[in-house]
């Protein structure tokens, strides 16, 4: 007769798997799941002394240690915050990295009755891509007026969801999909694979039409330097990369939505350059933060300004008018890296960059590697490579669906397997 923590074992791979489809288009959802999967590995934890005998090992995974040098960075930070609210907001924030991360990996390394095949892994992924396309198609449905009142217009955004989280997300689906295309042991089936080209072409047009120059030099950025790694003969390699750039090139002279962005993007840069801070543009006041953001990194290059002093350190630039007060509106200045410098300074951003360091050391090495393994390496690289791309014009890890996304794909990808014991050698 099994016992009450192997029962808990089924379940919690079927909640992960649901956290993963919910993921894309319902925080709440995705909070009260996470909060029954981590009670229940408690439960687990207490009921099972074999579990509790193997979790520290367990824990360990890859980026248990560079996510947790993060977090106490981050409440070391909140030690000299003006604003500890906003500190401990922040602090929250990069605490559920860590959490989703171990916490997936706990389910998927202790709860597999299949090791060795990778079918709870699969199953996180495409419940993640099922997320994705459910959105999407709110997305088409409302831009065709069958639902809402948002008719025809762009960018293509569903659900009050931001049009560059929508069009990052759907380029991590996009990486996802494309992975399972890679060489495999075994063919995909039929239907899987069918599934596969649906979403590719759902999530090409929702980038598209999403209007978000991040996610647009993000996945061109990231596909340069993914056939680059992975492809191996020269002549591939430079048809691959003229490919990556000729799709640009075309899009941008064929595509009135494309070539407006672009058009709007080289606008900007010409205000700001003129020295007009007056004039609110999209990457005018980008620069306008990065440039506040430098400010704060030089008052305190070691610690920041503390953790969460963004916002209150803006306000004291705008009292002393060196700084529109529009920006204002903006908790965070569009840069990944520099809000860590600003916020935590060079020992938080030397934090941030051993987790990718981390991920693409663990990775790297698949490539040369058969099957699973090496399409698990590939998507890691990818979503690592695309963060630190399009990082560049937004705080990924700021943003809720962004950073649940990078710990749940980072969960799958990157940690000691059971399912798939190729990995444990990195």
Avoid at 3 to 11: C, F, H, R, T, Y
Avoid at 162 to 168: E, G, L, M, R, Y
Avoid at 243 to 262: C, E, H, K, T
Avoid at 301 to 326: F, H, I, N
Wanted: include cysteine.
């Amino acid at each position: 007769m099994r016992s009450g923590s192997d029962v808990l074992k089924q379940p919690l791979v079927l909640l992960v798997v649901l956290l993963a489809f919910c993921l894309p288009w319902s925080k709440s959802a995705v909070s009260i799941l996470l909060t029954i999967i981590c009670t229940a590995l408690a439960v687990r934890a207490t009921l099972q002394p074999e579990f509790r005998r193997t979790t520290r090992r367990e824990l360990l995974q890859p980026l248990t240690i560079p996510f947790l040098i993060f977090l106490g960075i981050s409440l070391i930070g909140v030690l000299y915050t003006d604003r500890m609210s906003d500190g401990l907001a922040v602090v929250n924030k990069v605490l559920s990295l860590s959490l989703v991360y171990v916490a997936v990996t706990l389910v998927l390394e202790t709860s597999s009755a299949d090791r060795g095949t990778g079918t709870h892994a699969d199953a996180v992924l495409f419940a993640f891509l099922a997320g994705v396309l459910v959105l999407d198609g709110i997305a088409f449905l409302a831009f065709l007026g069958v639902i809402g009142h948002k008719a025809n217009v762009l960018p293509l955004a569903p659900l009050h969801v931001h049009h560059i989280w929508f069009s990052n997300l759907n380029a991590l689906g996009l990486y996802a999909a494309v992975s399972y295309f890679l060489p495999r042991d075994a063919p995909l089936r039929p239907r899987r694979e069918a599934f596969l080209v649906v979403y590719c072409l759902a999530a090409t047009v929702s980038i598209t039409m999403s209007l978000s120059r991040t996610a647009w030099l993000g996945v061109l950025a990231t596909a340069a330097v993914l056939a680059f790694l992975f492809l191996r003969r020269k002549k591939v390699l430079v048809l691959a990369v003229g490919a990556v750039l000729v799709s640009g090139l075309l899009a941008y002279q064929f595509s009135p939505l494309v070539r407006d962005r672009i058009q709007v993007a080289k606008t900007d840069i010409s205000i700001y350059a003129s020295g007009n801070r007056d004039t609110e543009t999209s990457l005018g006041d980008r620069f306008l933060m990065w440039e506040a953001a430098f400010r704060m990194l030089r008052s305190s290059p070691l610690g920041g300004v503390g953790t969460g002093d963004y916002p209150s350190t803006m306000e004291s630039y705008v009292r002393d008018r060196s700084l529109p007060e529009r920006l204002l509106k903006y908790n965070q200045p569009h840069n990944l890296f520099l809000y860590t410098l600003a916020t935590t300074g060079l020992v938080g951003f030397a934090a941030l960059l051993f987790i990718f360091i981390r991920v693409i050391r663990h990775a790297l090495p698949t490539r040369n590697d058969p099957g699973v393994s090496k399409q698990y390496g590939f998507l890691a690289l990818a979503t690592a490579i695309h963060y630190l791309i399009a990082g560049l014009f937004d705080s990924f890890f700021n943003i809720f669906v962004l950073r649940y996304a990078f710990a749940v794909i980072m969960a799958v990808t990157v940690r000691r397997d059971r399912e798939n014991p190729l990995i444990t050698k990195h």
